[in-house]
């Protein structure tokens, strides 16, 4: 029970990977605030948690607008007194090229997969103690991609650049912050993607599931990673050494 009473923001909570975490957190022992645009998918998975025992919240979230961001982080921290892990999981995809993609979509895809991220660590830290973590969820798109999927591919590297930065910056407050790095996982976003779809895309080496990320996710946030601080742990079955 590494997480017991441990308090977990998931953002994205309600479907494919974030569930995934959000289940495992609570397994674990997890007190889950459960964080997605879509209430269906983030009521669900409270439901399937709380039917295992396991104590969760929904919170309607969009990642893109800071209030909703600072509303999350507050509904958390009154109903539990604290964060001790966020996972910042939610995200989307465009699938144009850079030529045709209207400048709004570009800013829109940076909101949700990266400025959300900066906001949900910025409003979270003053509620993390000591020996906390943050995750996020990145991408091999930010180390090897493919053609029209440029906004997300540069969403995912800067994540990762913010979180070596980030890490400095928390480190005398003995919070850590990492990444995990999916390669293709077993998610409507994998099956829907048009580049998947026409073959733009390959999917070299083997298909993971969401279970097999959250498994990395919870490592990452629990105490025997006290170790690693600042950087990105691949999770792609070997994708990106298949590809290179």
């Not at 995750?135 to 591919?153: D, L, Q, R």
């Not at 994998?190 to 097999?212: F, M, R, T």
Request: overall charge neutral; hydrophobic content about 45%.
């Amino acid at each position: 029970m590494r997480f017991k009473d441990k308090v977990c923001i998931v953002t994205g909570g309600g479907s494919g990977i974030g569930k995934a975490a959000c289940l495992r957190f609570a397994r674990e022992g997890g007190k889950v605030a459960v964080a997605d645009l879509n209430e269906a998918h983030g009521q669900g998975a409270v439901q399937e948690i709380q039917s295992g025992g396991g104590e969760a919240a929904f919170f309607r979230c969009d990642v893109g607008n800071p209030a909703d961001v600072k509303a999350v982080v507050k509904q958390t921290a009154d109903r539990w007194g604290r964060i001790d892990v966020l996972v910042n999981d939610a995200a989307m995809m465009t699938f144009q090229p850079i030529v045709d993609l209207p400048d709004g979509d570009f800013d829109k895809v940076l909101n949700v997969n990266l400025r959300s991220v900066f906001l949900f660590c910025k409003y979270s830290v003053p509620h993390m103690p000591p020996g906390s973590a943050i995750v996020n969820i990145s991408s091999v798109h930010a180390h090897e991609t493919s053609p029209n999927v440029v906004p997300y591919a540069s969403s995912k590297g800067g994540m990762e650049a913010f979180t070596r930065g980030v890490a400095q910056e928390l480190a005398a407050k003995k919070i850590r912050i990492n990444c995990v790095a999916p390669g293709a996982v077993d998610t409507p976003m994998l099956w829907n993607n048009p580049n998947v779809k026409s073959g733009v895309e390959k999917v070299g080496g083997a298909i993971g599931k969401p279970e097999d990320i959250a498994a990395a996710i919870c490592f990452l946030a629990a105490p025997e990673a006290r170790f690693i601080n600042g950087t990105t742990l691949m999770v792609d079955g070997g994708r990106v050494d298949i590809l290179a």
